[in-house]
T-cell receptor
Framework: EDKVVQSPLSLVVHEGDTVTLNCSYEVTNFRSLLWYKQEKKAPTFLFMLTSSGIEKKSGRLSSILDKKELFSILNITATQTGDSAVYLCAAVYNTDKLIFGTGTRLQVFP | NAGVTQTPKFQVLKTGQSMTLQCAQDMNHNSMYWYRQDPGMGLRLIYYSASEGTTDKGEVPNGYNVSRLNKREFSLRLESAAPSQTSVYFC??????????????FGPGTRLLVL
């Protein structure tokens, strides 16, 4: 069965901490992995990863994919209260399939 | 650009009633999608449309129908609503015709409660 598993389910940190969010996948004919941030409403796109070992960065956020071990991580350094959100990852596979994980809820307190 | 818009924002239905959720995008995107999001289940794809005139089933299509009215609009219809369809529904769009492989832009969601 194709699946995407995220961990931890929930994370509570203080501002300034660094966090690592995990996403593992088991899908057939993997194509790419997507990270989204969901605050109160619609998910917003963060990264798309297709190649192993190449880090993508956007400010304090970075992500990397390991296609051998079938996982991706999302790092957030120097966290801020505005980083509080649910972070979703999704695997694109076969020619037209996409499956989301259940998300990691991050809460950053001052 | 408004991006992806959805109507209504919130709806309460009785079991057996029907309704249509509307979605429109003004980004000239080719692909459009309907998801539902339930607690502990993440986002699940209901239907998608790779281009005007085509639609395909996603992970959870039962109980739903869709219409890609034109390039801008993609509607989701519940013919006979059931309490199990209580959820938050998101519409999304992406530029590429190769579906699901590109960045998707999401609408603000429709919260549906079926009593």
């Amino acid at each position: 069965e194709d699946k995407v598993v995220q961990s931890p389910l929930s994370l509570v940190v203080h501002e300034g901490d660094t966090v690592t969010l995990n996403c593992s996948y088991e899908v057939t004919n993997f194509r790419s992995l997507l990270w989204y941030k969901q605050e109160k409403k619609a998910p917003t796109f963060l990264f798309m990863l297709t190649s192993s070992g190449i880090e993508k960065k956007s400010g304090r956020l970075s992500s990397i994919l390991d296609k051998k071990e079938l996982f991706s991580i999302l790092n957030i350094t120097a966290t801020q209260t505005g980083d509080s959100a649910v972070y979703l990852c999704a695997a694109v596979y076969n020619t037209d399939k996409l499956i989301f994980g259940t998300g990691t809820r991050l809460q950053v307190f001052p | 650009n408004a991006g992806v818009t959805q109507t209504p924002k919130f709806q309460v239905l009785k079991t057996g009633q029907s309704m249509t959720l509307q979605c429109a995008q003004d980004m000239n995107h080719n692909s459009m999608y309907w998801y539902r999001q339930d607690p502990g289940m993440g986002l699940r794809l209901i239907y998608y449309s790779a281009s005007e005139g085509t639609t395909d089933k996603g992970e959870v299509p039962n109980g739903y129908n869709v219409s890609r009215l034109n390039k801008r609009e993609f509607s989701l219809r519940l013919e006979s609503a059931a309490p199990s369809q209580t959820s938050v529904y998101f519409c999304a769009s992406s530029e590429q015709t190769s579906p699901l492989s590109e960045t998707q832009y999401f609408g603000p969601g429709t919260r549906l409660l079926v009593l």
